[in-house]
């Protein structure tokens, strides 16, 4: 389930309305009814895994906190967050949760916290394999602001669900510090985020517009080879380029690192084949989606970094993959945009036979026609001198993600007007 019971919110608001003064125009958003809601910030969930370093969604969590930064790409006057326990196999208890402006690192600013509600309480239980959306919070958010989100989690999670690779840094402390102004409780860090999976924003400049951007793909979109903390992902720094351009819109990221078109892997999420249905196609306010996907069903083959190899895709699979997501994409009203595989020469995936596979699979995605619109990623970052290779200027080290300078040139390399 994406929500929790549109009823049950509605009947929870009427309850209230008198002891607690609210306004009869915030019983909009008990119901489909009520003002539009946009998605300003997604992260796609994962399964509890541990492949490259420690985290915590193994251990999961037993009376602590977890804070998290996020930056919104879109404003609005009220704001919610979606908390998921997609891979949970228990319920997850949320004893209580707070909203609140980032102030620096962990701390939020004074004035700012709002208690989050669910159906009108302090607290719920997700169960397994759920995912809910909170009350409406009255926190007026801007375009590139940075939203902390704290959870108490009194009872054992068990394993969490989360977001492996959030190019941010989490907090944790022992107890129950959601109302903390400063920051100096969390005294852990981890670079992922747990169990929140969306921000919502309503209200504001862009109320009842659906023009949001949905980037879809493995590590490349999820900004793995970026500096920690400076949002230099590419859909980042898109969001940044069509503000400036005077076109703002959301951007949300549903990048996954490691991800596959056509193979589930235990390590880097459900095959972009299901969980396209579920992270793209569910968004509020979306327009358009971006894919880039496919490279790691090519080199994961044909290496066991960071687990066994997945079966081996030829091409023309890879590309009946892809005329699938597109379908899904139409289906729902999406414009879809294909995006090319960038460089591999010099990585760990690279081999005249994987090369000719990414050959193929990009000639097919500039050439068919099948996708409405095509941003050519592979020229953007490739060396001139040797196409096959990323640019140095580019690479982030490992030859195959790009760096802070290889995400602007993407970000660029996107025609403004096939959004």
Known sequence: MRSTSTLRRAATALLTVAALGIAPTALADTGHQGPSWRAAWAASPQS????FSANWSLQGFADQTVRQVVRVTTGGTRA???????????????????????????????????????????SVTIPAGGTLLSDAANLPVEAFGSLTVTLYLADATGPATFHHF??????????DHRADLAGTAFDETSASW???????????????????????????????????DTD???????????????????????????????????????????????????????RTVIILEGINDIGGSTTTFPAAPTPDVSAERLIAGHRTLIREAHAKGLKAVGATLTPIKGSFYYSPAN??????????IRTSGAYDAVVDFDR??????????????YDSGDALHPNDAGYTAMAGAVDLDEL
Do not use: C
């Open 48 to 51: 509890p895994t541990a492949p």
């Open 80 to 122: 919610r967050i979606e908390l998921t326990n997609r891979y949970g196999t228990t319920p997850l208890r949320i004893t209580g949760a707070t909203v609140a402006r980032t102030d620096k690192g962990s701390a939020v600013r004074p004035g700012s916290i709002r208690q989050l509600r669910f159906d009108g309480r302090a």
């Open 166 to 175: 959030s190019s941010a840094t989490s907090y944790r402390a022992d107890g």
């Open 355 to 364: 090369e000719a596979k990414r050959d193929a699979v990009n000639e097919w």
């Open 232 to 286: 230099n992902r590419y859909p980042d720094q898109l969001a940044e380029r069509l503000a400036e351009a005077g076109r703002p819109r959301a951007v949300v990221n549903h990048g996954i690192a490691g991800n596959q078109v056509v193979n589930d892997t235990t390590w880097a999420g459900d095959k972009a084949l299901s969980r396209f249905r579920k992270d793209v196609l569910t968004e509020p306010g979306v």
């Open 380 to 393: 953007a970052v490739a060396d001139p001198a040797d196409p096959d290779r990323m640019l140095t200027a």
């Open 194 to 228: 747990y169990f929140l999976s969306g921000v919502e924003v309503t209200g504001g400049r862009d109320t009842g517009r659906r023009n949001g951007v949905v980037t879809f793909g493995d590590s490349i979109t999820d900004g793995v080879g970026s500096t920690l």
